[in-house]
């Protein structure tokens, strides 16, 4: 079975663009959860998505958004690019909502200069 | 609020060597606890997971144990290979938890 994918694997933007990322789940994972890793903040929560809802939501702006297809497909955006977003953007994915075990993908690495 | 305290960084080691990375939370109710490794330049992989106090997890010759008197579920090898190089991280997620909280990550030098 294929594992968590991202794309695209490697970003670059400047600031004041918006970016989308995509992530595909494990097929038959219907949650896809999404986090923030940088140096400085390790590993945050941004938002999980099930069943095309958005179910739970980190401390993030509003600039952070997401949303999921009727295929279990996620994408976020961020919108208004600052600097500090530069950071790698995990996608994780699970059976259902609330399962504790989650599969990682690569992540994509966004450089916001 | 649940919270996870990991030990800081890098550990350095020789091959062959006794591991331990030393783990705590703080969390209300019953959470399940796990250890994720990332390698460089990839996203994190599930190492163990337990569930519930007095559980062991176990892969690839790593374990932990769920101790809920001390909060503790620290990581140990009985012998590191030079390919154990990676950040190791401790998480919990409470039951029905949507969310997975992570230890700041406890980066492992293993030298031949």
């Known amino acids: 079975k294929a594992g968590v994918t991202q794309t695209p694997r490697y970003l670059i933007k400047t600031r004041g663009q918006q970016v989308t990322l995509s992530c595909s789940p494990i097929?038959?994972?219907?949650?896809v959860s999404w986090y923030q890793q940088t140096p400085g903040q390790g590993l945050q929560f941004l938002f999980e998505y099930f069943s095309e809802t958005q179910r739970n939501k980190g401390n993030f702006p509003g600039r952070f958004s997401g949303r999921q297809f009727s295929n279990s497909r996620s994408e976020m955006n961020v919108s208004t690019l600052e600097l500090g977003d530069s950071a790698l953007y995990l996608c994780?994915?699970?059976?259902?909502?609330?399962?504790?075990?989650?599969?990682f993908g690569p992540g994509t690495r966004l450089l916001v200069l | 609020g649940n919270s996870v305290t990991q030990m800081e960084g890098p550990v350095t080691l020789s091959e062959e060597a006794f591991l331990t990375i030393n783990c705590t939370y703080t969390a209300t109710g019953y959470p399940s606890l796990f250890w994720y490794v990332q390698y460089p330049g990839e996203g994190l992989q599930l190492l163990l997971k337990a569930t519930k106090a007095d559980d062991k997890g176990s892969n690839k010759g790593f374990e932990a144990t769920y101790r809920k008197e001390t909060t503790s579920f620290h990581l140990e090898k009985g012998s590191v290979q030079v390919s154990d190089s990676a950040v190791y991280f401790c998480?919990?997620?409470?039951?029905?938890?949507?969310?997975?909280?992570f230890g700041a990550g406890t980066r492992l030098f293993v030298k031949a």
């Open positions: 998480a919990l997620t409470n039951t029905g938890g949507f969310k997975t909280i």
């Open positions: 097929s038959g994972h219907r949650s």
């Open positions: 994780a994915s699970s059976l259902n909502t609330g399962e504790e075990t989650q599969y």
